[in-house]
């Protein structure tokens, strides 16, 4: 299995919950490491040019709204196959959907308000990273 990294973030309605430590933990146990992390406030344009590639579907303003409007925490996972492994312990984007146990059944609020993001493949995860971190701020 391939070592990979992914990004994740903790969106506005987990650190309004102050549910940080509880994702991290799950994240943790489910093998991967923490190399890099920040909690930061977007602002509306680093919303929008983080989801760019959803600038014509319709939910995008609403998203932009709702990324922006509280802290989330960025970080960086490494492990093996690291982006998969992100996305089973993320859980389905909708709760609803999603299994028992994973992040989005046990915390998420609804579809928009899921508690997490996580990159879908290895060139997501590139621009994703590098979106929000410099290489030295990556600690492995």
Do not use: W
């Not at 903790?10 to 102050?18: E, F, Q």
């Not at 609803?96 to 059944?105: N, P, Q, S, V, Y």
């Not at 609804?110 to 600690?139: K, L």
């Amino acid at each position: 299995m391939a070592v990979e990294r992914t990004l994740s973030i903790i969106k506005p309605d987990a650190t309004r919950r102050n549910l940080t430590g509880k994702i991290n933990a799950c994240l943790e146990d489910a093998g991967l490491r923490i190399v890099a992390q920040k909690r930061i406030l977007l602002t509306r344009e680093r919303a929008e040019g983080f989801y760019a590639v959803h600038k014509e579907r319709p939910f995008f303003d609403d998203l932009c709204d709702f990324m922006s409007s509280g802290p989330v925490v960025v970080q960086v996972l490494e492990g093996g196959d690291a982006i998969a492994r992100n996305r089973q312990v993320m859980g389905a984007t909708n709760p609803e959907e999603a299994d028992e146990g994973t992040i989005r059944k046990r915390f998420a609020e609804n579809i928009e308000a899921n508690s997490v993001h996580g990159s879908d493949s290895p060139e997501n995860a590139a621009f994703e990273i590098a979106y929000f971190f410099d290489d030295g701020e990556i600690v492995g």
